[in-house]
């Protein structure tokens, strides 16, 4: 090891990361205490009172830790239902940079003339969010761009709420054994990682918009990689309107922007085993011409999830499985996704939710995707009647695959509620496994993958 002291930069770093921690492990660590505390003298913990508890030590900080959470309270098998409920209600935005942080920020992403290498650029935000904040602006062509700038440090500031997240899924563990959470701590730490890899995002966007080149209902937007860093990622700004405008609309309206969301979930996963794994409204919106949708923006490339394929094959055979009543079948699928000691018992359990999953696509009729359900409880009963019964089992390891799988799951069927939308899901789901080939997923993942410079990951 180097005698060498650190550097300013490594040195800002570390003191922003010991600063990070003892901000957000103060709150963590009080809520920790009191739990730990409560337990040791066999006091009974109310569920929505502690979840109450856990939202107040959150709700003061931002970054990280707050996407965190509302990770959490989307991800099904992470965290018992009143937690989820109280940590949906946290917002994950941050204040924006101001403009004079700004000019630093581009200056050090592109040199003390990044100025001169657009035509126009607004120093105030269009969006910000946990991570970074979005900047319209105007290419030297004359096209319109979006940029994407991380905020500083935000690497130090991940690594830090990432320990701190790992002393609260120690807490669950002890409090609820019902899950294994390894498994789901393994996967947000690394998806939380990618996000701020902003070459990556740059890859996942040129793989999607080559994934989706034939689908006339969704745009991707196309990167500008001679303005574009590992931390600030300009692109094509996509114009359109939120989703929930169309709430109100016709019918007709609200199914074709339904069906856009299905081909754009759907068709990447069951061709190329890749999924989009962030599904808030926000990363979508609806191109419309004369006042109708015309199709679907699909945004935000941070969160994507690239699958084994034989993953995807099991998830093909889970349905099959479930629709010609072959139990050996479901069975094969669960193992094939790695579920350890699958008594008939745990079968049972598990087939609970997997019916809940994929019901709307068993049943050969039109249909909403479920009925008289809040879009923000839809599959909170179903995953409580699971985890009540994995409690008396437990604890049940979830393959890492899962979390965002079902994450993206529950979100799109949530958004599709919210539209009211109807449609037959068991023939738009048939026609996306028409065929389906392992050998042919795999040899045209690994040429997609190829085409857009993306490697697989191991």
Request: proline letters at 6%; hydrophobic letters at 45%.
């Amino acid at each position: 090891m180097s005698d060498k002291p650190p550097n300013d930069d490594e040195q800002n770093r570390l003191s922003a990361r010991a600063a990070r921690y003892v901000r957000v492990g103060g709150n963590i660590g009080a809520f920790a205490a009191k739990a730990a505390g409560q337990r040791m003298f066999g006091i009974e913990r109310d569920q929505a009172q502690s979840a109450s508890e856990l939202a107040a030590a959150l709700g003061g900080l931002k970054g990280p830790i707050m996407k965190v959470a509302q990770l959490l309270s989307t991800i099904p098998e992470a965290l018992p239902k009143e937690y989820a409920a109280e940590l949906s209600q946290l917002q994950s935005q941050a204040p924006p940079m101001g403009p004079a942080f700004v000019r630093r920020r581009m200056i050090a992403e592109l040199g003390p003339d990044w100025a001169k290498r657009f035509a126009n650029f607004e120093p105030s935000a269009a969006a910000s969010a946990s991570l970074g904040q979005v900047h319209r602006a105007t290419g030297l062509d004359g096209r319109a761009l979006a940029v994407k700038l991380q905020y500083p440090d935000m690497q130090s500031a991940v690594e830090a709420d990432l320990n701190q997240l790992k002393l609260l899924f120690a807490l669950h563990a002890r409090m609820d054994r019902a899950i294994d959470t390894a498994g789901i701590l393994s996967e947000i730490s690394a998806r939380l990682r990618e996000e701020l890899d902003y070459k990556l995002e740059a890859g996942h966007m040129a793989l999607y918009g080559e994934i989706l080149k034939n689908a006339a209902d969704i745009r991707i937007p196309e990167v500008v990689p001679e303005l574009s860093t590992g931390r600030l990622l300009t692109m094509t700004w996509m114009e359109g309107k939120p989703v929930l405008s169309y709430t109100e609309a016709p019918l007709e309206d609200r199914n074709r922007i339904a069906l856009a969301m299905f081909q754009a979930w759907w068709f990447p996963f069951s061709h190329y085993g890749v999924i989009h794994g962030d599904p808030h409204l926000g990363n979508y919106s609806v191109i419309e011409r004369d006042g109708t949708p015309a199709g679907l923006n699909l945004l935000d490339f941070g969160c994507i999830r690239t699958f084994p394929v034989k993953f995807v094959g099991g998830v093909v055979d889970l349905y099959r499985g479930l629709l010609e009543g072959d139990r050996p079948r479901i069975v094969h699928a669960y193992e094939t996704w790695g579920f350890e000691k699958l008594s008939n018992e745990l079968i049972d359990v598990m087939n609970v939710w997997a019916k809940f999953i994929y019901g709307p696509l068993l049943d050969d009729r039109e249909l909403k995707i479920a009925e008289d359900v809040p879009p923000g409880e839809y599959g909170r009963r179903e995953m409580g009647q699971v985890h009540k019964s994995l409690k008396e089992m437990g604890p049940v390891k979830v393959p890492r695959e899962f979390v965002f799988m079902d994450r993206a799951a529950i979100g799109l069927g949530g958004v599709f509620l919210h539209l009211g939308a109807r449609a037959n899901w068991y023939r738009l789901f048939n026609e996306t496994i028409e065929g389906f080939d392992l050998e042919t997923v795999a040899a045209r993942q690994r040429a997609t993958f190829a085409v857009a410079g993306v490697p697989l990951p191991v």
